[in-house]
Structures are given as structure tokens and as C-alpha cells.
């Protein structure tokens, strides 16, 4: 009787450890820098995240693309550089890595250049779009400046080391 109650305490143990590790590894918020891990930039926001049903909450509209191409999730947060440029960063968490690649491949790439950051990436005077495995990193910045566009690439390169965990 006493062994029979070790083992069912022990089998609730393990199951809250396995839960726990789910929630832990679905949670996008581990890929955001936090505030002054790379230099300059602090977050300003809380961290939003949107299952793949709830995905038209946050960009209604193009829910749907995402969607064909096996997005899981969508994390948000705000950051500002510097005090001087504030900027949004979507992370979306794809099924595979060819979903990540479908939605990169069909943005245009108009007044951007290729920069060499996660498998691709896009660079332009006020966003930066890259991809990595099955994950697909957009920041947008709100101001434009001479130093956005490296501000952008030092995020981005945080976020990177981040997903690469």
C-alpha cells in the first residue's frame, strides 16, 4: 500500500514536470532580449502572444497566409533604442521551416537589401525581416534615422542567439 502511494506521488511529479516543459517550450517570450541586452534597446512593452486560432486578433487580414503556411504562433513585444526610436517585434513560430521560408519569400523585396542573418534576411530603412529554422523575426522601427538601420541588425543579431537556444 505504501509502495503503491510512492509511485502515484511520483507519477503526479512526473506529470507536472512534463506540462511544465510544454508550456516552457512553447513560450515565444524566451527569444526577446531583455532590456539592455543588446546595447541600447529596452523592452516597453509586455509580451503578446496569439495561437494560430486567435491569429486574426493581432494581424486580421493576413491571418489567413500565415495560417496555409503552418503558423503556431505569433509573440510580440515593443522596444525602444536609445530613447529615440521605438520599434515592434513580431517572432512567428512556423510548424516547419518551410513555412518560415513560404511567408518570407512572398513579401516583396522592394528598397531592401539581403543581409547575411539567421538563413535569410531583408533589410530596409525601417524594418528587418529574417528567418531562421521555423521561425520567421520581423522588427519594424516607427522612426526613421542614419542609425536605424544598424540599430535594427544589433536587435536582430540579439534575437538570433536567442532562437539558436
Known amino acids: 500500500?505504501?509502495?503503491r502511494g510512492v509511485l502515484l506521488v511520483m507519477l503526479c511529479v512526473a506529470l507536472l514536470l512534463d506540462a511544465g516543459c510544454k508550456r516552457q517550450s512553447g513560450n515565444g517570450g524566451s527569444f526577446f532580449p531583455a532590456?539592455?541586452?543588446?546595447?541600447?534597446?529596452?523592452?516597453?512593452?509586455d509580451i503578446r502572444t496569439f495561437e494560430a486560432a486567435d491569429l486574426w486578433k493581432y494581424i486580421d487580414?493576413?491571418?489567413?497566409r500565415y495560417l496555409k503556411a503552418g503558423?503556431?504562433?505569433v509573440s510580440t513585444t515593443d522596444y525602444k533604442f536609445q530613447n529615440k526610436i521605438d520599434a515592434t517585434v513580431d517572432i512567428y513560430t512556423m510548424g516547419k521551416a518551410e513555412g518560415a521560408d513560404t511567408i518570407f519569400r512572398s513579401e516583396p523585396a522592394v528598397d531592401v537589401k539581403p543581409i547575411q542573418l539567421g538563413d535569410a534576411a531583408r533589410l530596409s530603412s525601417q524594418s528587418l525581416v529574417f528567418r531562421k529554422e521555423a521561425f520567421l523575426v520581423r522588427i519594424v522601427a516607427f522612426e526613421e534615422s542614419a542609425e536605424t538601420q544598424q540599430a535594427l541588425l544589433q536587435l536582430g543579431r540579439g534575437i538570433?542567439?536567442?532562437l539558436a537556444r
Open 35 to 45: 532590456s539592455n541586452q543588446v546595447a541600447g534597446w529596452a523592452t516597453t512593452g
Open 61 to 64: 487580414g493576413e491571418a489567413e
Open 160 to 162: 538570433e542567439r536567442r
Open 1 to 3: 500500500m505504501k509502495t
Open 71 to 73: 503558423v503556431q504562433r
